[in-house]
């Protein structure tokens, strides 16, 4: 029988909905092209202000975040240490986030508003400071920040909190136990069905670009035939990647591409206006700070005009539709890490890179447009946006070698989104379980590919597109949620407390310090909170498959022992301890003070030593419990690796 780690309610319903949606598309794509794009339109014209408004707040919780006191706790254990490199975890993130949209619009987008500006003359000066102005603003920080949202959440409550890899996880502080029922299935289905949608949208992007680059180049008729080849090689590709896992397939090809980028990035650099772009970078990085208020909550309120729905909303839309499948993986790559670390890591490296290729490309296109090419570039990008790269790069030198190089890295572009997304779909319809079958992996790499395929053949990528943009009203609101749940849990356990709480409440605190428990108030809480607590974590245990455990409960003690496969024995234990109270204290006490104090004490393995769990809740007691759990493991495995 084949082995399989599926949450078979997610993974089948995911599949269900996909397949329904194909088959509609499919069997009506005219139709279904109108219908999604006429709900997008509306989504895009009533919910505007909302997009607008929710992208700020997200900008401003993941900086709160970043820059605040929460900026110093770590996505996972206090000694966690990054699972991958500095530069290597940047370059993956990096290929996930923008890889093929970077290729495809790197020109034509600049180009597009130098030709049609929302507030300037078209084709001046003033249009060319502008173009660049709008396109630093739908992909810097903005963007990057809806991505950083999700993935800081989704990394911090599984590493740190010890919960599934799965956007429920980051509901748990407003939703509760029901993550873990219909609604949170739900959440989870949307997630996949969106990303399987979002990816096979851009992979489409990315076929046609290719095509019409080897049409451009070397002749080869851009039909579906074609297309399908490519999608075959390239989905072939991607399925080896994504068996070897992010260790090594998709991290060795992102930093491949990453390379190959920066090689080209600095081709055009040198053989270009290198002075200017190097004066354009300082002035347009310039005209977008200058902006950055005043672009974030445009809206075009009092002169209203098609330009902000066909961009700046679309691009949200976007941003958001792509941030189950992004900041899934950005949270996967990111264990380790500080919230300070990842906001930076995230929000601003990959904008400085982007503010470079945008210049680089974009300006200089600009500027051969006015020049070299006589409009050439901007009648390329107005005739197929697919082939304006190509066009652009026969005005410089060796256009044969760099268009052959630019087509290569969009297929590696093609490679990291498709491998990369399979792994996100796997993990979410899995449950959150990051070591899976390799049958499973296959599965979705495969849909991914057959989906991209047939909406070549059916010419359903517009109205899948929309079906996408669509899909972002709805889990805008769910990234509001994920907001207001990260906000409140990094609060909480900076104060030393979760939810419902990690540590004693303060007036529970205070009493003790003025009046001092008696035994009979442990024996009470041993009852009420600390059985109940290593009760949990035994049942948790079992139901992962770990049924090596045995709870020994008596009047004045309860003991959690735990089997380790080789036999080593894990104990938590809990029992009353008194101490004597000091002869003089901080607080006046009342008459006929006793002069013993009670605490609920926890030993671990036997040690002398113990923790003073007093007034702690059931959910505080078994974090500490699996804290402890967590240590004693690391301090096992560590010996041994140094071996």
Not at 200 to 215: C, D, K, R
Not at 261 to 276: D, R, S
Not at 528 to 544: F, I, K, N, T
Request: charged share 15%; proline share 5%; aromatic share 12%.
């Amino acid at each position: 029988m084949m082995k399989s780690e599926i949450n078979p309610r997610v993974f089948w319903g995911a599949s269900g909905i996909i397949a329904l949606l194909l088959v509609t598309t499919l069997a009506m794509p005219g139709t279904a092209d109108v219908a999604f794009k006429a709900a997008q339109a509306w989504a895009i014209d009533t919910f505007g202000w909302f997009y607008i408004s929710a992208v700020a707040v997200f900008l401003v919780v993941v900086l709160a975040l970043g820059f605040g006191p929460a900026g110093k706790l770590k996505l996972g254990p206090d000694d966690a240490e990054p699972d991958f490199p500095y530069l290597s975890w940047l370059a993956m993130l990096f290929a996930a986030g923008m890889g093929i949209g970077l290729m495809y619009f790197a020109v034509a987008e600049p180009i597009q508003h130098y030709i049609s500006p929302p507030d300037a003359p078209s084709g001046t000066i003033l249009a060319a400071r502008e173009a660049m102005a709008i396109t630093f603003h739908h992909y810097g920080v903005h963007a990057w920040a809806i991505y950083a949202l999700v993935g800081m959440s989704l990394a911090y409550f599984t590493y740190r909190k010890d919960m599934p890899l799965t956007l429920r996880s980051g509901l748990s502080p407003i939703l509760g136990k029901r993550i873990n029922g219909p609604l949170g299935d739900a959440i989870d289905i949307f997630a996949v069905c969106g990303t399987v949608f979002g990816v096979s949208t851009s992979l489409g992007f990315g076929v046609s670009q290719m095509t019409a680059g080897l049409n451009y180049e070397y002749g080869l008729p851009d039909t579906i035939s074609v297309k399908i080849v490519v999608i075959v090689l390239v989905m072939g590709a991607a399925t080896l990647s994504v068996l070897s896992g992010a260790d090594r397939g998709i991290r060795r090809l992102s930093e491949l591409n990453l390379t190959v980028a920066i090689l080209l990035m600095l081709f055009v650099l040198a053989v270009g206006p290198t002075l200017f772009l190097l004066r354009a970078l300082v002035q347009n990085f310039g005209l977008y700070l200058d902006h950055f208020v005043k672009r974030t909550f445009t809206l075009y309120a009092y002169e209203p005009r098609a330009w902000m729905a066909d961009w700046t909303l679309f691009y949200w839309a976007w941003w958001i539709a792509w941030s189950p499948f992004v900041g899934m993986f950005i949270a996967r790559i990111s264990r380790g890490r500080t919230i300070r670390e990842f906001v930076i890591g995230v929000l601003f490296v990959p904008t400085a890179f982007t503010f470079l290729w945008m210049t680089v490309f974009g300006n200089t296109a600009i500027s051969l447009d006015l020049g070299l090419a006589h409009g050439g570039i901007a009648d390329a990008v107005q005739a197929n946006l697919s082939t304006a790269l190509f066009k652009f790069l026969e005005y410089l030198p060796a256009a044969s070698v760099t268009s052959t190089l630019a087509i290569i890295l969009v297929a590696i572009f093609f490679i990291t989104s498709a491998d990369s997304g399979a792994l996100v779909i796997d993990t979410l319809a899995s449950g959150g379980t990051e070591e899976t079958p390799r049958w499973q992996r296959m599965y979705w790499c495969v849909l991914l590919g057959v989906t991209a395929t047939l909406l070549l053949i059916a010419g359903g990528l517009g109205a899948l597109q929309s079906a996408t943009l669509l899909a972002a009203l709805p889990f805008c609101f769910v990234m509001l949620l994920l907001a207001v749940g990260l906000v409140r849990q990094t609060n909480a356990d900076l104060a030393g407390v979760t939810l419902p709480g990690d540590g004693p409440a303060i007036s529970e605190r205070i009493k003790r310090l003025i009046v001092p428990a008696r035994r009979a108030d442990i024996l009470a809480q041993l009852k009420a909170q600390g059985e109940p607590a290593l009760q949990s974590v035994q049942e948790a245990l079992e139901a992962e498959g770990w049924t090596a455990s045995e709870l020994d409960s008596a009047d004045d003690k309860v003991e959690l022992t735990i089997t380790a496969r080789d036999g080593r024995l894990f104990t938590y234990r809990l029992s009353p301890r008194s101490r004597p109270l000091p002869a003089y204290t901080a607080l006046d006490a009342p008459e006929g003070r006793r002069s013993l104090a009670w605490m609920l004490a926890a030993q671990t393995n036997g040690e002398t030593g113990f923790r003073d769990l007093t007034g702690f809740t059931v959910g505080q007691i078994a974090n500490d419990v699996l804290n402890q759990l967590e240590r004693w493991r690391l301090a096992e495995i560590k010996p041994g690796m140094a071996r």
